[in-house]
């Protein structure tokens, strides 16, 4: 497994990091401009080449993007002794690490992720790739990163909209393994929307690191993987049903889970009470987007389209209880669509 290393202020020695780590030293960053704007301080000495900057956005992880890379790298005559530093969220580090694993078939990508969502998320199990015309994440590679560095300072600068859809990822590793870190984040919200550097770092340092047991021990994704898509299912469904508009991907997720802890208490898998702890602590966190003219059978036929039917069958991951789960293949159109209307969905 590549290191992760986790740190308040950590960006300041990222080049000894690196060095240590023995990451070529032709280090080609890759971020964007919002994040180069807000940070480029932190970075200098890492690297004499340009940084190369990709635009900001989800409509941008598309393949043109990648080739603009490569151009950078051809024309700076970038070789095999060299690497990339993708500085940035999920965008950026998904881009990046794709035209990193395929440059010259493969050169070492760094990841230092700037979101709550890539810190905990992203950056960690080696996916990357970008979006095509016709639907999400369509083309990619496995490529572990060489080194992980993560900064929780960084994320003093996070606007509060993206800070919170990556807390709703913490909150899901919580309800699918642990009731402590579950408990923890329920119990530090205020201290953590304030950016405490102490409750950040308690929380990214559990969250990336159950990332990392999970995938470590699936590294293509066949079994205990999919646990990770808690409330994914249905979070992707609302996710295109609304085009990609009207949530950030950790909002649906927060409904996508929502609709699961639903189907499970109608199940008499879950206790109500698991129910409402996961539902008090979404509240809690603000408001998200309306659902209430989102309509169900949509969601549904989505729900048919996603990755996760597998030969026909929905792979759904049910709460037994907070911090406890179980995939299931059984579930039904008219379990979902009841879930789906009690938290809210138009029918
Ligand atoms: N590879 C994987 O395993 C994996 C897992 C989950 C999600 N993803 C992908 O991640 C992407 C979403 O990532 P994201 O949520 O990080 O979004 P993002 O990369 O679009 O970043 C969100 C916004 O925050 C800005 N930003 C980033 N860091 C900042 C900082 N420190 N201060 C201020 N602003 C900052 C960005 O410029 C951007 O505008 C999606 O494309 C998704 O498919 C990949
Ligand atoms: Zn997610």
Sequence with gaps: MYPIHIAPGLSKELP??????????????????????????????????????????????????????????????????????????????????????TYLRGIPVVQVPTTLLAQVDSAIGGK??????????????????????????????????EFRAGLYEVIKYGAITSRGLFDRVAGSLKPLFNRDEASLLTIVTESSAIKARVVESDEREHGLRRILNFGHTTGHALEAVTKYKRFLHGEAVAYGMLVAAELGVARGMMPSADRDALASVIANMG???????????EVLEAVGHDKKV???????????????????????????????AAIGAAA
């Excluded at 780590?21 to 919002?34: D, E, L, Y």
């Design 128 to 161: 990357v790739g970008v979006n095509h015309a016709l639907g999400k994440n369509l083309i990619g590679a496995f490529h572990q990163p060489a080194v992980v560095a993560i900064d929780t300072s960084l994320l003093e600068t996070l606007p509060r909209r």
């Design 310 to 340: 597998i030969k026909g069958q929905l792979h759904f991951v049910m709460p037994k209880s907070i911090g406890d789960c179980e995939v299931v293949t059984d579930v039904t159109k008219e379990e979902l669509a009841a879930a789906l």
């Design 16 to 101: 000894a990091l690196l060095d240590r780590a023995g990451v070529p030293a032709r280090r080609f960053i890759v971020s964007n401009p919002t994040v180069w704007r807000i940070h480029e301080a932190l970075f200098t000495g890492l690297t004499a080449e340009d940084p190369i900057l990709i635009p900001d956005g989800e409509r941008h992880k598309h393949l043109q993007t990648v080739s603009r890379i490569y151009d950078a790298l051809i024309r700076a005559r970038a070789d095999r002794a060299s690497a990339i530093v993708a500085i940035g969220g999920g965008v950026v580090g998904d881009t990046a690490g794709f035209a990193a694993a």
């Design 287 to 297: 408001p998200l987007p309306a659902i209430a003219d989102v309509h169900v059978p």
